[in-house]
């Protein structure tokens, strides 16, 4: 209370009037792509909050009118099909039709890609010769692109055409950074653990380097912890041998440090979690790969994280793990990340061994694919939060951004409390559904422990890390529906306000810079597009 709080205020003490405002520790992303949706933010066109095509398209030709001819448009991820009214995809046609001029990029869950006339030149994939890559599908008729980009099991094919795409320059790099920073600050997101990701070459690539600048500038409002992920199959052995010997796991600070090994170990392994299509297979053989990689991991005392979707996946890898365990060793901190499909024996087993397990809400984009593809009866379990629970493990909760889901973490939030898929599906029963407290400990205390930060911060309490968000109404009194638009109206991390809007505006004395270029997204849309 006021009474109890007075002798702590001092002379330089800033006081902040909450009005009785819900307050909540900081949240924490456990699973996302930061460092790469950061140097691209300035870049994207987002639909994560559009319920119409006719909308998103009005996007796209607006974009389009400012944008300087040549210069890309694209959409990178954050959305599904079925939160549109028309439940469907936007047609080749159509993004000829809203933007002659300008290459477009559509890219939707690593399922498929979709490119306007003006991107399939850009590309050269009507050009013979042209690269193609394994596990994707590059759509012809009669030997002419559609426009349309498969995974086929592998998105391999998306990531190599997302990476081809025009960049920014490194000074507008650090811009789009310092401006997603901002948006993510504006849920209420005040940690999160990057799961590193294609397109990017651990350590020295340039997202790498504008992350490291923005630490050692002292412009970084959200704390990172890092992990490596190979990208080149069949060198990821070398890959870890050799950064094991230059990188020390846990090495830098609260802001910005590298936690370990992830989520990509080996592609052999590596299960695409395109619930639309067949289960894929991870290859032949990957079980004697994945054991050479995790005994590095071992030996060098490295935690990881691994992508694992299928619990055929985990009867594989499983006794990888097991082996590794009575030999090298599992460094504490080690977890999974996905289980969408696992069985109570698999996910006994992580417990058994002594790993975590992080959740992420990639299914609430796909729920109705899953469906067709596995029936309603499966989805109710998938993946089996009271289970997972009840194994007494660590549990986190994620959201897979920028590529496959939002950013925005009461979407995740969401999922997790009202089984709500972005459909607008009700998941699941009753009897798999968090309550809306378990759910945001999730996102908060309970997802400290994937940076190895247990008990350092995720609460408001004595001794841990001043992170919190002021909410612009009670998380735990709105609707269903509203709490995918809760927002944060003052956001702290360290003691230091980060953001402020409204009435807090004030309290957040730092400068950010123009959005640049001039004619990014942001600039056409305004910060904080969805909702």
Do not use: C
């Not at 997802?447 to 190895?452: N, T």
């Amino acid at each position: 209370d006021q009474a109890a709080m007075q002798p702590l205020i001092g002379p330089f003490t800033q006081v902040i009037d909450a009005k009785g405002q819900r307050v909540v520790p900081g949240l924490i992303d456990s699973h996302t792509h930061a460092i790469r949706g950061g140097v691209n933010y300035n870049l994207e066109v987002r639909w994560d909050g559009v319920d119409s095509l006719e909308e998103a398209l009005h996007m796209l030709r607006e974009q389009a009118d400012r944008t300087p001819d040549g210069e890309f448009i694209r959409v990178a991820g954050g959305f599904s099909e079925f939160q549109f009214k028309e439940k469907r995809l936007p047609t080749v046609a159509e993004l000829d039709a809203v933007a002659p001029n300008h290459p477009v990029l559509i890219h939707h869950l690593y399922k498929l890609t979709l490119l306007n006339s003006r991107a399939i030149d850009y590309y050269g994939y009507n050009r013979p010769g042209h690269p193609t890559y394994p596990g994707g599908t590059i759509e012809k008729i009669d030997g002419e692109a559609t426009g349309r980009l498969l995974s086929t099991p592998s998105g391999l094919l998306m990531y190599k055409t997302l990476a081809g795409a025009p960049k920014l320059d490194i000074r507008d790099q650090v811009n789009s950074a310092i401006h997603y920073n901002d948006e993510l600050n504006s849920w209420g997101v005040t940690s999160v653990s990057d799961a590193g990701g294609g397109g990017m070459e651990f350590p020295d690539a340039d997202p790498y380097k504008v992350y490291r600048y923005l630490h050692d500038n002292d412009l970084l409002t959200v704390r990172i912890g890092y992990h490596s992920f190979p990208k080149v199959k069949g060198q990821e052995l070398d890959d870890y041998r050799r950064w094991t010997q230059d990188i020390r796991a846990g090495q830098g600070d609260d802001m910005l440090k590298f936690v370990g090994a992830g989520e990509n170990l080996s592609w052999a392994s590596y299960d695409f979690e395109i619930f639309a299509d067949p289960r894929p297979d991870i290859d032949d053989g990957a079980e004697d790969y994945q054991r050479q990689v995790m005994t590095v991991l071992g030996e060098a005392e490295w935690p990881f994280r691994q992508h694992v979707t299928y619990d055929e996946t985990g009867d594989r890898l499983l006794p990888v793990y097991e082996d590794v365990a009575k030999g090298a060793g599992l460094t504490p901190g080690w977890f999974v990340d996905h289980v969408e499909t696992f069985s109570q024996r698999n996910l006994e087993r992580i417990a058994e061994l002594g790993g975590g397990i992080n959740l992420q809400n990639r299914l609430q984009f796909q729920a109705e694919d899953f469906i067709a593809n596995y029936g309603v009866d499966a989805l109710k379990k998938t993946p089996n939060f009271r289970a997972i629970l009840d194994l007494g493990v660590p549990v986190g909760g994620g959201t897979d951004a920028t590529r496959v889901s939002s950013y925005n973490p009461w979407y995740a939030v969401q999922w997790m409390s009202t089984g709500l898929s972005r459909g607008g599906l009700r998941m699941y029963d009753d009897d798999n559904l968090l309550t809306r407290e378990e759910a945001l400990r999730l996102y908060t205390a309970d997802a400290a422990w994937f940076s190895g930060d247990a008990g350092r911060k995720g609460a408001i309490k004595a001794g841990q890390m001043a992170d919190f968000a002021i909410l612009d109404r009670d998380y735990f009194t709105v609707t269903d529906a509203e709490i995918a638009k809760l927002r944060s109206d003052l956001t702290v991390v360290g003691g230091r306000v980060v953001y402020g809007r409204d009435g807090y505006a004030h309290h957040d004395l730092r400068h950010m810079p123009p959005v640049s270029p001039s004619w990014s997204p942001i600039v056409t849309f305004g910060d904080n597009r969805d909702g």
